[in-house]
């Protein structure tokens, strides 16, 4: 049975989440995924374009000539960034009423007719359950690669936010979750320390019940190599990543608090290589930092070098 569209004043079972900027290589493969799903479940699709500079605005257009009731569309005057029209657009789901919220980004798609009906099925029978995800298949312009942490486990499973955190994290097209988690989790936006949005969605996740895996491709998560380098080689990346992981640490009610030992370490690190090959001082300064945190860190490092030698 295809998945209906929500097409009157009452709130859809399910809300899905598309946040979009020059996608326009991508777009169709994202909306096509949404449309092919077939259940018994009513849904909307919230649409946000972030003032792209590309067709991608164009091409959406076209869906909601032709699903006039199933897309909620808006193109942003101004570009507010990937994290505030994330944020964004999950305050519309909110907004919209509906119990249940999927996620797919502009650049991901889903690959399964079934995906949603398997996930809300599940959040149906299961109420202790805030968020279920799944297997994605991860591809890097356009090559797929293989895959690790949680993209791979090939079992069903439960899993804690520690497990999260300390295996990577959740592929964002293969969630589906409950809408009460957006409560906790929205007011956390004025934290300007985060800088992932997915995250911290995750977390706040395991405030409201556990978090289901299945083991069942559905998705494709897309990577794109352009910048990424760049970006992740620069102090002041690092120097982010630690403020955002530190707040975690402080968040949740300390519940990872853990963070300020291991990873937290594993970021001064990282930062204090980085500054020390510049000829900085305040290299030294991030490696006093995570020793302090992590006696083993420098040793770790230097034996990880003499192995290679």
């Not at 900027?21 to 949404?34: A, R």
């Not at 909307?44 to 605005?57: L, P, Q, R, W, Y």
């Not at 936006?189 to 977390?203: A, H, P, Q, S, V």
């Not at 630690?242 to 608090?257: E, L, M, N, P, V």
């Amino acid at each position: 049975m295809k998945i209906k569209a929500n097409n009157n004043c009452e709130a859809p079972d399910i809300a899905i989440s598309v946040i979009t900027y020059n996608h326009e290589k991508y777009i169709v493969d994202t909306i096509e995924g949404i449309i092919m799903q077939e259940s018994k479940y009513s849904f909307k699709v919230f649409i946000t374009d972030d003032n792209s500079t590309d067709n991608t605005a164009k091409i959406c257009e076209e869906y909601v000539k032709k699903y006039p009731l199933l897309i909620d569309f808006e193109v942003n005057q101004t570009n507010l960034g990937s994290l505030d029209n994330w944020f964004y657009n999950l305050t519309k789901c909110y907004n919209s009423g509906a119990p249940l919220i999927a996620i797919c980004e502009g650049d991901d798609y889903w690959i399964d007719k079934s995906k949603l009906h398997h996930q809300i099925t599940h959040l149906n029978k299961n109420p202790s359950t805030s968020l279920t995800f799944h297997r994605s298949e991860l591809m890097l312009d356009g090559i797929p690669l293989e895959t690790s942490g949680l993209l791979c486990i090939n079992a069903n499973q439960y899993f804690s936010g520690k497990d999260i955190i300390e295996k990577w994290t959740i592929p964002t097209a293969s969630v589906v979750f409950r809408r009460k988690v957006l409560e906790t989790y929205l007011p956390r936006k004025n934290n300007n320390k985060y800088i992932y949005g997915d995250i911290i969605l995750f977390l706040s996740a395991t405030e409201h019940g556990k978090l289901f895996y299945m083991n069942r491709t559905m998705s494709v998560y897309r990577r794109h190599g352009t910048g990424i380098t760049q970006v992740q080689s620069s102090p002041e990346f690092y120097e982010r990543v630690y403020q955002h992981r530190d707040a975690i640490s402080r968040d949740f009610g300390g519940k990872f608090s853990f963070l300020r030992k291991t990873e937290l370490a594993d970021c001064y690190f990282s930062i204090s290589l980085l500054f020390i090959k510049q000829l900085k001082f305040k290299g030294i300064k991030y490696l006093f930092k995570a020793i302090l945190y992590k006696p083993s860190v420098l040793i770790t490092y230097i034996s990880n070098k003499i192995m290679l030698l």
